[in-house]
Structures are given as C-alpha cells and as structure tokens.
C-alpha cells in the first residue's frame, strides 16, 4: 500500500475506473446520502510527498487539520494552506504538455461515514463527485476506485461491493496541476479542491440508469411530441397531459410550449421496477432555419450574460440558495439567456433555468488559451492523443445535462485554438443530440459550428455582419450571428450596450449577445475588502481584471446592471409628450403583454402632481399600439413638465413580486426654464478682498473663498478624472488607450496660470491658462462672476489652445467645502451615469448623502457622476447650472482616487470635493472591447457654460 504512483497526473487520458457519464437526476425513492461537510485534510507540496497509506483502513489522522467540502482549500485554513493565483490565459507554470511542475500542492482528504439505519442491504451503490479541481484518485475502504479529470465534471464510482454498515473510509488525494490543467485555462482563479457536491447514491436492482427525454414542439399544430429513451426499460407519465407510454415510445398531445419567457414545466415519472425518477418537460424545438436561430418557429434574440460561478468567500463553491439568487437577478433585470463561460455549471443552475426561465448556452470545461503565447503550437485540440480527453469532456457535459429545455446551445469549449479534436468533438455532439445547435467562438469558419460566433467585435463591424458585408465562408454567410461576450463590464461601465442593441434589433441576422459577465470575482480579505490577483503574491497575475462583472463581488447589482436592464427592457415605450400619445411597442418573442400593467405620472420640475392607471391592449409580440395619456393636470404646467410611463408586474410572480418595474420611458411636455441672474451688483475691493454679492474673492487671486456663510475651496477648471478600465484599455489595444494618453500629455497635472484679474460694472474676471508640464497645449480660461445681490453666477469660457490629439476627461470646475452630507438634486438618478451609459438614468428629484454617491468599484476609479443635472444642494449651496451639468462630489480628490488601488485605500479628508462638469468623456468597454463611440468622445474644443450658486436657508 505504501508506494507512490503518480504517473496519472501526467497522463493525458481523462482517467480510469469511472463509470460512463449518464443524465443527472434525483430519485424520488432510492436513498442517497450526502458526504459534504468537515473531512480531514492535509497539503502536501509535491504530487509523491506523501504515499498512499492514507487511504488504508485503520489511519490516524487526528493530528491533520479540517476542510470544509465542498470547498476550496486555498480559500480555508487563513492562508495555511496556500493561496489563490489569479491568471487571464498565461498558465501560472511552464508550458511543456502534458508535463506539471514538481511543486503541486496536493490536498489529501479523508472522510470516514457511517451508512443510515435505513440504507438498504441489497442493490448497487454509486459515488458521485459533482466536481474537482484539477486531478483526483480516490479509494473506498483502502480499495483503489480510480483517477479522473475535468474539474467541473461530473464522475462516479461503482462502490456497492465495498460498502459496509458503519466506519466506511473515504480518501481522496487531489493535486492542484495536472495534465488536465493545459485543458482548462479559464480566465479565472486557480482554486484546487473538491468544491462540488459529493453524494452516495443507493442503486436498486432495476433502478433507472441513463435516459433521454426528448420533447419536441409543432408550432403550427400546437402539438409536443414526447419520447423518452432509456437505458432501462420503463413507463413514463405525465398526468397533465394524460400521457401513460413506455419508455421508447413517442406520444403526441397538444402542449403548451416552454421559452424562456413562459417557462411551462409538464411534472412527470419515469418508473422503472427498482426506481422511479421525477420529470420536468419542457416541449420545445430548436432549430437553424432561414439563416435564423429559431426555437418553436420563432427567431430569438439573445439579451444575455456570461455567467463564471462565483462566490467572494467560497469561490466557485456555490449554495443553492446563491445559485437561485442568480437567476432571480438576472430574471429581475430583463436578461433572458445565459452562457456557462467556460464549464458546466452546477447542475442545479440549470434546473433553475428550466423553473424560471433562461435560453442557456451550456459550455464544456474547456481552454488552451496560453497556447496563444506560442501561436497555438502543440496546443492540445491540434494533438490526437488529447482527443480522447476532449470527447470525454464532451460526452460528460452533454450526457449530464441533456434533459434541460433550458439549454438551447452546446458550446465546445473556449479560446482553444482550432483542431481536430474540436472537430471531433462537434461530430460526436451532432450524433449524441441533432436537436440542439453547436457553438464554438474560436471557428470562425464555422466548420464545426452552426452559428457564427465572435466576441468583441466592435459596433462598426457588427452592423457590418448585420448587412451581410463580413465575407467569411459560404457557411459562414448563411449563418445567424451572436456576440458570445461582449461590452466587457470591468469596472465603471460598460459603456456603449445602447448602440449595441440598436443593432441587434435592427438587423435579423444579428440575433443578440451575452455581456462579459456576470460577477466581480472578488475575494473577501480582511484587510483589503475585496482582493484581486497580485494581492496574494502571485508570480504571473492579471490583476483586477477578474473583477469585471455587472454584479459586485456581494452582489449588489453595479451601475452597469442597472444600465443593461434599461437598454434590453421588453417593452419599448416612446412617443411625443407634447401631443399626449405614447406608442407601446411589444419587444417579447413569445409573451404577450397580459403580464404588465401600465402606469403613469406627470412630472414638474422633477415632483409628481398626478398619477394613474393606462390602459395598454395585450399586445402580441411583435405588436405596437398608440395610446392616449389624460390630459395634463391644469395644476401641473408651469415649469418643466414630463410624462413617466411605466409597466410593472401585474400580479406576483416565482421571480418577483407585483409592481416590480420591467420598463419605463420618460416624454417630455415643456422645457426648462434657465436660470437667469441679472448682472445688478458691483465688485468691490479691499486690501485682500473683493466683495460681489453674496461673496467674497481673494483680492490678489480672484480665487472665490466664501459664498455667503459657506466657506468654498476656490473652483476651477478641471479636466482629471481618475482613469477607469476602460479609460485604461486593454494592453494589446493601440493608440486610444485615452488613460495613458492622458497621463502622457500631463492632464492628470496641469499648472493654472493668472494672467489677469478684472474689476469691472458689473462683473469680476479672472483670466488663466491652464495646461500640462512639457507640452505646448493649454486651455485659455476666462471665470466671468457675477451677481444680483443675493445669488452668484459664474461664466466659465474655455478656448483650447495647440494640438490637442486627445480628447479630455472630463471639462468642468473642482471645488471643495469643509462640510457636506445630504444631497439633494433635480435631475438624472438615482445611480451614476455617463454619456455612453446613461439610458437608465431617470429625470427627477433625488437625494442621497455624500457616502451613498460613490459607486464601490473593487479597484477605485471615476464613478459617481449624476446625469442632466438642473440643481443640486449641499453643503448649504444650491448651484443651477446653464445647461445641465453632471455632479460628482466626494470625500478624497481625483487624485487621491486614481492613487487607490482598493476601496480600504480611501479615507476621508477635509473637505469634499465637488466636481461640475459641462462634458464628461464616454466609458465604452475598452479593457476588452471598443473604446466609446466617437460620438461619446470629449473633444478640446471651445465650449462656455454657467452655474448659479446661492445659499440654502
């Protein structure tokens, strides 16, 4: 018993003794018994440390320490048992397959359970494990079972024979690096451990084995056709449907069918003599037909998201209830798809998806990336002898999730290059299951794939492909188009998801996307908050760029979420305020409208002074109506006045409660009016200071230093925002990387020059340039004060100066005030809002504290801006600007800000400093994606814009 085999862990075989894959399922009557929980661990740091004696009956492990499975060891244990590594696509060890690197932490775990009183005696017994990372051997009883691969794979064991009534003995050893590792370069934490479920499970004589339900939908007849294969022969019912067949035989009823908007789940059995397995059926067909994607003869749009399993203090160790709340987010937020990037999820995430409703795009644990770094040489999907891996992989994920209506796609895999073994892959996928399509990014041929898939292409190409213009293969123009990632929501944005959508509505071929992704993958730290890769010490990290998802590592829905719920609602509501009609257009491919009810509300100046019901005709999908709002309020029209339209959830439903807000548009009836302050009062001087209404300047300066009471931080021109992501770029983008241009060309510097301070009539003027060390471009600078006697109204006018080849960051005046906590603001909210990322931002009145505007992005970067600003108050001050303006105000500098590398890095200071802004630079998705349109672009140019500031009493 005491030697040490380790030749497996090189091996490029998927492993030995496993069973063959079969459908997941849960049994209604054979037992199973659940082995998650403590089990005795200990690290080694070599895959031969230690010999296999563990696994003997009769060990001592007392002295070991405990892990918690399913889990992660690197995550437990407060650093004892090594750390995390954080990689994009560079493999975090020498690339030479299938070999592994001496130093392998390799955890051993043991588990010593007792059978329940009522385990029964006869029959077969299977152990499962749901998944581990990267490599395992397992023993029952001191009785080698096998080795596998495929982290997030499913694999059983035959295990009847070896059972006994109590002290059963369970080890597993599991090495972190292994020849299975080249196959799975996800972008992603490297976390060894089993972190999925391990169950035993009884298995009667006669008990189900594998099956295959098939449920196929004529949307012409209105019929399901149902045919449930099965590896042991049996009966299936269902009562609804008054279905009673054996298995193999196919029966066709009139069915409601299942989408992902009316996800209609048929409760079944299969019985067989030893066992009997609940069903739940969804009857659907999917199909490529006319160049479309179509499911139930209709063509779908994609509204979707990358989904890695995350969680910031178990990591990919996720809970049923965690899983749920996933989908209930999701739901709540208008997605209806998502892609399993880049592994098969946990199989309950796709009951889920059948239960609540999403189309699925089930992707096999699958990726060469780093092979890129040697221009795919000897990448494995191009070698023979990896096939058989590849195939079982294949064969695992489609085997274990067949039986989900929610999954409409099967992915091969990700970033893997090209090469035979991917083609093998999608033949045998063919054969195994005609009745669901292929997908596969990296095949832009689309040789082996029956949609042509890319991932960040940007707008300009998108509409490109929409016309038919791409070229490509004859296959290739035949076939529907999705984005499977992109608009890649790292940090603050994305920006541009508007645009995009316009296009994936515009164009059939076009048939939508999935936004990279769905979570920060944040790990707790007590002392950093969220910790991102470098911040355990890894020789090769990629830094925060794990942290690039619409959700925050806790789950709090980011700005970017928010944003995408507006731009993919499923109604459109649009029309002319002025008039009083608003046009209700059905943006669903299945539902009808019955579900919402519809409301709205007259605005002035930001305040509502009526609201009602509005009566909306269940529109088919696809179906538009014109409808006419009341009449306005004759209490209502002097100010700027606009109508709200919203449509809520009529009633409750299993993924949010009645009312619950599904879409909303805004129309506007009057405009606003400017603030106007007549230039009456007339600066004085003194020794050190000048007197103008309600303020007073520094003499030699021009600089302001009081508004009434309230002590102010002089404003001026500022053009520095803290650069975000995408400011930043990714590194192998080129020349609009505008975050280093800026910080080439000084803007994060710039020097403010007096050159004049003006007493005039009626008026104050300070004359400045403003402008970068070492550069021979500026910013002529005129601050024009003026005052009525009780407010003050600052005139900024800007004139560039030189060539400026970049755009700004931003173009408004910095302030600070010693104190401020409540804000109050009429104008867009409640979140932050940019230029390219603002459909969601809502015209109203808000209020907020200081604290509550920041947006906690794990890497600290600009955030917080409010849109379409007319008036704020704080700090004893309410500023109307001419035009509307974006607010930010915070308690640390741009500076201090760009400095931060996590939230922990910020601490208050002294004043808060305020930031009205006439343009902001757009976000755009430049950290993977394209950079902001040109449209969002904030070029030098002249502008001129005002503020009124008065005191709040």
Request: charge should be negative; proline fraction near 7%; hydrophobic fraction near 35%.
């Amino acid at each position: 018993m005491s030697f040490r085999n380790t030749t497996y862990v090189e091996d490029v075989s998927p492993g030995s003794g496993a069973l063959p894959p079969r459908a997941w399922y849960a049994s209604s009557d054979a037992k199973s018994l659940s082995l998650n929980g403590s089990w005795r661990f200990r690290l080694s740091p070599t895959a031969d440390a230690e010999d296999d004696s563990f696994a003997a009956e009769g060990y001592d492990a007392e002295d070991w320490a405990s892990v918690t499975v399913p889990g992660h060891w690197v995550l437990q244990g407060h650093g004892a048992f090594g750390a995390p590594i954080y990689t994009n696509h560079l493999y975090p060890f020498p690339v030479d397959p299938p070999y592994v690197p001496t130093d392998n932490p390799t955890g051993d775990h043991l588990r010593v359970f007792d059978l329940p009183e009522d385990w029964p005696g006869a029959g077969d017994a299977v152990l499962r494990f749901d998944g581990v990372e990267s490599c395992a051997r397992v023993w029952l009883n001191g009785t080698e079972l096998g080795e596998f691969k495929g982290s997030r794979l499913p694999h059983e064991f035959a295990v009847g024979r070896l059972l006994r009534p109590g002290g059963n003995v369970l080890a597993v050893r599991v090495h972190q690096w292994s020849a299975g590792s080249y196959l799975e370069d996800q972008d992603q934490w490297w976390l060894p451990g089993i972190f999925r479920d391990v169950t035993l499970l009884h298995r009667p004589a006669g008990a189900v084995g594998d099956f295959f339900v098939h449920a196929s939908y004529d949307h012409v007849t209105g019929e399901g056709t149902l045919r449930v294969e099965s590896e042991v022969e049996g009966r299936v019912t269902v009562p609804a449907l008054g279905i009673d067949v054996a298995t193999g035989e196919s029966v066709t009823v009139p069915v409601e069918p299942w989408s992902a908007e009316i996800p209609r789940l048929y409760d079944g059995e299969l019985a067989t003599l030893g066992e009997r397995v609940p069903l739940r059926i969804g009857f659907r067909t999917v199909l490529l037909e006319d160049g479309l994607i179509k499911v139930n003869g209709k063509a779908i749009l994609f509204k979707g998201v990358n989904r890695h399993e995350w969680h910031p203090e178990k990591g990919r160790a996720l809970g049923l209830a965690t899983m749920r709340e996933d989908v209930l987010l999701m739901k709540r937020h208008n997605l209806n798809a998502v892609r399993t990037s880049h592994y098969p999820p946990h199989p309950a995430f796709l009951d889920l998806c059948d239960e609540l409703g999403l189309w699925v795009i089930d992707e096999c644990d699958l990726e060469t990336h780093g092979f890129t770094e040697q221009d795919w040489r000897d990448n494995p999907v191009d070698d023979d002898r990896w096939t058989p891996a590849l195939l079982d992989r294949a064969a695992r994920m489609v085997e274990r999730d067949k039986n989900h209506p929610s999954v409409v796609f099967w992915s091969l895999g990700n970033e893997a290059g090209t090469g035979r073994g991917l083609t093998a892959m999608a033949e045998w996928i063919h054969g195994r299951d005609p009745d669901r399509l292929v997908h596969y990014e990296g095949d832009w041929d689309c040789r082996n794939t029956d949609v042509y898939s890319r991932m960040y292409a940007f707008h300009d190409e998108v509409e490109k492909i929409g016309r038919g213009l791409d070229g490509g293969t004859h296959k290739r123009r035949e076939l529907p188009f999705i984005q499977c990632e992109y608009a890649h929501a790292m940090g603050n944005g994305p920006g541009g998801l508007a645009d995009y959508q316009e296009l994936f509505e515009r164009y059939d071929r076009l048939q939508g996307g999935f936004v990279w992704e769905w979570i920060d993958h944040g790990i707790k730290h007590p002392d950093l908050g969220y910790a991102y890769g470098g911040d355990f010490g890894e020789e090769l990290h990629d830094g925060n760029f794990v942290c690039d998802g619409l959700i925050f590592p806790d789950r709090r829905p980011s700005p970017g979420l928010v944003e995408y719920k507006k731009v993919i609602e499923p109604v459109r509501i649009e029309g002319d305020g002025a008039d009083g009609t608003v046009r209700v257009v059905n943006k669903y491919d299945f539902a009808d409208l019955s579900a919402l009810a519809f409301e709205w509300s007259y605005q002035v100046d930001g305040e509502t002074v009526e609201a009602g019901a509005l009566s909306v005709p269940a529109l088919a999908p696809g179906e538009s109506a014109d409808v006419k709002l009341p009449e306005p309020p004759a209490h209502g029209r002097d100010g700027e006045a606009q109508w709200t339209v919203r449509a809520l959830l009529a009633a409750d439903t299993v993924w949010a409660s009645k009312d619950h807000e599904v879409a909303w548009a805004q129309l506007p009836v009057t405009e606003r009016i400017k603030p106007s302050v007549a230039a009456s009062d007339r600066p004085t001087a003194s020794e050190r200071l000048i007197c103008l209404g309600p303020a007073s300047f520094d003499a030699r300066t021009g600089a302001l230093k009081t508004i009434g009471g309230v002590e102010v931080t002089a404003p001026r021109l500022d053009v520095w925002r803290a650069p975000t992501d995408n400011d930043d770029g990714a590194e192998w983008q080129s020349d609009t990387r505008y975050g280093l241009l800026w910080r080439k060309f000084g803007l994060h510097r710039m020097h403010h020059r007096l050159d004049a301070v003006e007493l005039g009539e009626s008026a104050l003027t300070v004359r400045t340039r403003v402008a970068p060390a070492a550069w021979e471009i500026g910013l002529s600078t005129v601050y024009r004060w003026t005052s009525d006697g009780n407010r003050l109204k600052l005139t900024v006018s800007v004139t560039p100066e030189g060539d400026w080849t970049v755009p700004l960051p931003r173009l408004g005046i910095r302030f600070g005030l010693a104190e401020a906590d409540a804000v109050r603001w009429f104008g867009g909210g409640p979140g932050e809002a940019y230029p390219d990322s603002q459909s969601a931002s809502m015209l109203g009145r808000w209020h907020s504290t200081v604290d509550e505007l920041q947006t906690p992005y794990v890497r600290p970067q600009e955030n917080g801006a409010r849109a379409d600003v007319r008036w704020v108050e704080l700090g004893g001050l309410r500023i109307e600007g001419d035009p509307e303006f974006w607010f930010t105000a915070r308690r640390w500098t741009s500076e201090h800000l760009d400095a931060a590398r996590h939230l922990t890095d910020l601490t208050p200071g002294d004043r808060v400093w305020v930031n009205l802004d006439h343009g902001q630079h757009g976000i755009g998705s430049q950290s993977c994606g394209p950079g902001p349109l040109p449209q969002y672009l904030l070029r030098a140019e002249p502008a001129e814009f005002s503020f009124v500031f008065s005191e709040v009493r």
